[in-house]
C-alpha cells in the first residue's frame, strides 16, 4: 500500500470555515498545529473518500494510527505528528479519539438524537480545542467552554454541508427525530431546495448550537496566551455570524458562508474587542465570569 495522503481531497487550511493556526497563534505553536492538521485532514479525507470501500478505510485509518504511536513508520503524516508530540510532551490522546470518530464516519450514517450527534462531536471535534490548548500549556479548567464551542463548530459544518454530505456520502448528520418530528424524511436533503418543515428542523438546529456558542463565551478571557485568545475570540464571533444565517437560510439553495473580505471585517472586529476587554477591562479573574 502506499501512503495514504494520495487520497486526500485537496482541502487544506484556507479552505476551512474557521483559521487554523493563523498569524494570530504564536510562531512556536504553529509546526505542531499545523502536523496536527494535516493528520486529521488526511483521515477525515479518508473516511470521507467516495471511491474507496469501507475495509480499506478502516485499514488506513489503522495504519495513520500505527504511525502515530510508534509501533509503524509507514504513513508520513503520522511520524510527523508523533515527534511534534513529542518534542512538546503532548499526548497522542487527542489524535487517536479523532480517529475514533472518523472510523465511526465509516461505519455509521445516521444519527437518531441529539444527544447522539453530541456524543460524536466528543471525538469529533472536542479533541481538536483539547489539543491546541495543551499545545499552548493552558489550564484543562478551560475545556468545558471549548468542547461547548469545538461541538458548535462541528454542528455548523453539519448545516452547511447537509446536502452534499447525503448526496455525496450519504451521510446524515441532522438528528433523526428532529426530522421525524416535523414529518420530514432524509430524502428532502436530495431536493434542490429545502421545504418549510426541513427549513424548520434546519432552523431549529441552528438556534440550538447557538447555545452552545455562548456556552463557550468565556473561553477567550480564561485564556493566558493573549494570542490564543485573540485566535479564539475571531473562532467564535464567525461562529455566531454563521449561526445567524443559518437560522434564516436554505443551505440546500443559499450562501451560508462569509467571503474572504466578511470573514476579514468580523475578525478585525472580534480582534479589536477581545483587546479592548483584556487589556481595559475587569482583571482576568473578573473577567472570567463576564459575557465577552
Request: neutral net charge.
Amino acid at each position: 500500500m502506499t501512503a495514504s495522503a494520495q487520497f486526500r481531497s485537496g482541502k487544506g487550511t484556507s479552505n476551512e470555515n474557521f483559521p487554523v493556526a493563523s498569524w494570530l497563534i504564536a510562531a512556536r505553536h504553529r509546526p505542531a498545529i499545523l502536523a496536527f492538521y494535516n493528520f486529521v485532514r488526511t483521515a477525515d479525507d479518508i473516511a470521507d473518500h467516495p471511491g474507496m470501500g469501507p475495509d480499506e478505510k478502516l485499514n488506513r485509518l489503522d495504519r495513520l494510527e500505527q504511525s502515530l504511536i510508534g509501533s509503524s513508520d509507514i504513513e508520513p503524516e503520522g511520524v510527523i505528528l508523533r515527534e511534534a508530540l513529542e518534542r512538546r510532551g503532548v499526548t497522542t490522546r487527542h489524535a487517536q479519539d479523532l480517529l475514533r470518530a472518523f472510523r465511526q464516519d465509516v461505519t455509521k450514517s445516521r444519527y437518531a438524537s441529539w444527544d447522539e450527534l453530541i456524543d460524536y462531536c466528543a471525538y469529533s471535534a472536542m479533541p481538536v480545542g483539547r489539543f491546541v490548548l495543551d499545545v499552548h500549556g493552558e489550564s484543562r479548567d478551560t475545556w468545558p467552554a471549548s468542547d461547548a464551542l469545538c461541538a458548535a463548530l462541528q454542528i455548523i459544518n453539519h448545516l452547511q454541508d447537509c446536502a452534499e454530505d447525503y448526496k455525496n456520502i450519504d451521510r446524515v448528520y441532522l438528528p433523526l427525530d428532529a426530522l421525524s418530528e416535523r414529518g420530514v424524511t432524509v430524502d428532502a436533503l436530495s431536493e434542490p431546495r429545502a421545504s418549510p418543515a426541513l427549513r424548520g428542523v434546519l432552523h431549529a438546529l441552528a438556534a440550538r448550537t447557538a447555545q452552545l456558542v455562548d456556552r463557550g463565551r468565556s473561553l477567550p478571557v480564561g485564556i493566558a496566551d493573549t494570542r490564543l485568545a485573540l485566535e479564539i475570540a475571531v473562532i467564535q464571533r464567525l461562529a455566531a455570524r454563521l449561526l445567524v444565517l443559518l437560522q434564516s437560510r436554505d443551505p440546500l439553495s443559499e450562501q451560508v458562508h462569509f467571503g474572504k473580505v466578511e470573514k476579514l471585517s468580523i475578525a478585525t472586529n472580534a480582534i479589536t474587542r477581545t483587546l479592548v476587554r483584556r487589556f481595559l477591562g475587569a482583571s482576568p479573574q473578573a473577567q472570567r465570569y463576564q459575557t465577552p
